[in-house]
């Protein structure tokens, strides 16, 4: 007990930057900082809200994600009303943060409504997806982090679905070719170029799921506007290997339905 009590103290006191580091761009060097939480252990979902005290809306929360998408009951958004506009890229930064791989991209904007913007802050990869569509998982997930100029956030999903034939669309490829360069926590590496405009086409052409959830990752913020494409992504086996090797395991486990308890507090109570 007493060796538990000094991880988990250790664990907080390295954890008081996750949901800075989560949104914004990291610093940019060979080397960068590794996540302080995981999916194993001492650092499972699980035990997130005991990292840090700004946590607890990871097993407090009523409005948690990532969550089963029932399409019958689902919110659509409406056709038009949302804009993915994110410039073509020359390279960018790709991380390995030991319990995630994310590209440092801080430019494009998220129109929605018409009208309302948010700014890109990053982007990066779940194995398998943290989504499910009526109960089915997938190999793999893509979040794109939005903010505002305050404390909103807006998060564009894409699931990939194996494929046979078909290999990864832009701009994954370029990214994916770079995986053997990261293999090794902390490490950092350029992609090459990067292409946004199939995911742009892709939204504009297929029904996209909506909900208000959270981060799927420490504070577990909630307010996080969703956006998942309702789409799949081709992934061919090689990439997915390859990724897979890196990522390991990096999903939380499925939440509630929107609005119902927190799964860890009813976990308690049935305990109790």
């Not at 305050?150 to 070719?177: G, R, W, Y």
């Amino acid at each position: 007990m007493k060796l538990l009590t000094l991880l988990l103290l250790a664990m907080t006191a390295s954890s008081s930057c996750i949901s800075d580091t989560f949104l914004f761009p990291r610093a940019v060097s060979n080397q960068t900082t590794i996540n302080p939480f995981n999916y194993t252990e001492l650092g499972r979902p699980l035990n997130w809200d005991r990292l840090n005290k700004t946590n607890v809306a990871c097993s407090q929360g009523k409005h948690q994600s990532p969550i089963d998408i029932l399409t019958e009951e689902v919110d659509y958004v409406e056709f038009g009303s949302l804009v993915f506009d994110i410039p073509a890229a020359e390279e960018a930064k790709l991380l390995n943060l030991g319990s995630g791989l994310e590209v440092i991209l801080a430019r494009g904007t998220l129109t929605t409504n018409k009208d309302y913007q948010y700014q890109l802050a990053q982007f990066h990869f779940h194995t398998p997806s943290e989504h499910r569509v009526e109960q089915e998982y997938y190999p793999l997930e893509v979040h794109f982090v939005f903010k505002d100029h305050e404390t909103n956030i807006a998060v564009v999903a894409f699931l990939f679905q194996l494929s046979s034939t078909d290999k990864p669309v832009p701009p994954f490829e370029s990214i994916f070719h770079h995986l053997e360069d990261i293999d090794t926590p902390g490490r950092s590496t350029e992609t090459g170029s990067l292409d946004f405009t199939y995911l742009t086409a892709l939204l504009k052409s297929h029904a996209i799921y909506k909900y208000t959830g959270s981060l799927t990752t420490p504070p577990c913020t909630e307010g996080v506007s969703w956006y998942i494409s309702a789409k799949p992504l081709p992934l061919d086996v090689v990439s997915f290997n390859k990724i897979k090797q890196i990522l390991k395991f990096n999903a939380r486990y499925t939440q509630n339905a929107v609005g119902e308890e927190n799964l860890l507090k009813v976990a308690v109570a049935v305990m109790d």
